[in-house]
């Protein structure tokens, strides 16, 4: 398989994964961390390996090693595997799931943004979710008519906070994920609850129109839940670990034990909550988004933009979502192919950065 994103947190759980059922690594594809990558290229042995800074290639200890966006889509093209796993970060993730989807490879994607932003001009079936609450509804879903999916959020870092101090929040503070690790740019959207209105139009991408909606559940241990017509609800339980969604998503028949099951005795009780826009005021727009899920793209690129300037202490936590709802409102666009989808994220990306 090719690995795209192979030293973060989904990429070093899919290489956990690929170890255990001892699956052949093609491709590896990473960034800046080439402590970490050198460690993997011992162990997995691809044949070919793409970074992002070419100034870093005498540091990778392999012999096949190549640098840039160009080259990952050529790895991609080139590379004999069938499966390609996208745990790559942000809009950039895009282009390497084109470029699967046209050279006939099958993805498991976790790279969200790719269906938030071009999710109409993308072809599902060749999808496998890693996203957890995905897996969930896709874990489900049987031949019975469905009345609503929902998703839960954790209701991340602040969840707890009073909300006149979240004007105040840090980076440090964001990264508090209450049950799950993951990287730095989706805990900040768990915070915002960004994260859970991407998921809301990447279930919408992968299942078709319906019914979608989301609830907080505060252990993370309900991931997904699908009422039903005749009035049944059924709910997908696992332990907060992606491992599970990874290895369905390599294979879909897998019928290996991954993880140990919850003991709801130990669990107790379960508290679910409703998600409040006063606290995530991004939230606002959720149902309007779901009736026009083509823009997407403005908000993924609004927020990659807020995310960058709150990182650089140059707007506030709460500015993130007045970048997002300002940007909705400002730039009512839906594209129409995926040039469109580039055109659209390359103009808002320079006016917010101005
Ligand atoms: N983490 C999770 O549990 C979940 C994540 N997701 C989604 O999966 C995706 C990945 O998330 P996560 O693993 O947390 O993110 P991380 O930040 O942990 O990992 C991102 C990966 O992308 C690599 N990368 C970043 N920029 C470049 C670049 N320019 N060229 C090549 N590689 C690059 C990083 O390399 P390096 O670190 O070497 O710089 C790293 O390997 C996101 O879209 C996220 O929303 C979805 C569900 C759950
Ligand atoms: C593991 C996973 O799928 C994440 O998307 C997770 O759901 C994020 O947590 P929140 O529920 O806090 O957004
Ligand atoms: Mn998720």
């Not at 989301?214 to 997904?224: C, N, V």
């Not at 508290?271 to 939230?283: C, D, N």
């Amino acid at each position: 398989m090719v690995v795209l994103g192979c030293t973060g947190s989904i990429g070093v759980n899919t290489l956990a994964i690929a170890k255990k059922f001892a699956l052949d690594v093609e491709v590896l594809v990473c960034g800046k961390n080439i402590k970490l990558l050198n460690e993997q290229l011992k162990e997995f042995n691809p044949k070919v390996v793409v970074i992002s800074d070419a100034d870093d290639i005498p540091s990778v200890n392999h012999s096949n090693v190549f640098a840039g966006e160009e080259n990952i889509l050529k790895a991609i093209e080139d590379s004999k595997s069938e499966l390609v796993v996208n745990a790559l970060v942000g809009f950039m993730g895009l282009r390497p799931t084109l470029k699967a989807i046209q050279s006939d490879k099958k993805i498991a994607l976790a790279n969200k943004e790719s269906l938030v932003a071009c999710g109409n001009f993308i072809d599902s079936s060749k999808i496998q979710p890693i996203d957890s609450e995905h897996f969930g509804l896709w874990y489900l879903l049987q031949d019975r008519p469905v009345k609503k999916m929902i998703i839960t959020a954790s209701g991340g870092a602040f969840r707890d906070w009073d909300i006149e101090k979240l004007h105040g929040a840090t980076l440090a503070d964001t990264q508090k994920h209450p049950n799950w690790s993951m990287g730095q740019k989706i805990t900040i959207d768990s915070a915002t609850m960004v994260n859970k209105m991407f998921e809301l139009l990447e279930a919408r991408w992968l299942f078709g129109e319906g019914k979608y909606d989301a609830i907080i559940e505060t252990k993370s241990l309900i991931h997904a839940l699908i009422d039903f017509k005749d009035g049944s609800t059924t709910a997908h339980f696992a332990h907060a670990n992606m491992q599970l969604p990874i290895s369905y998503a390599i294979d879909a028949k897998m019928d290996a034990s991954i993880l140990k099951h919850i003991d709801l005795l130990e669990v107790a009780s379960l508290e679910f909550r409703k998600i409040e826009q006063e606290r995530y005021p991004v939230w606002q727009i959720k149902n309007e988004l779901l009736n026009n899920p083509n823009r997407g793209v403005v908000i993924n690129a609004a927020n990659e933009v807020a995310i960058e300037k709150f990182i650089n202490k140059e707007i506030g936590f709460m500015d993130i979502h007045k970048t997002i709802l300002d940007a909705y409102e400002a730039y009512d666009i839906e594209p129409k192919n995926v040039d469109d989808v580039f055109a659209i994220d390359a103009k808002i990306r320079k006016e917010l950065r101005r």
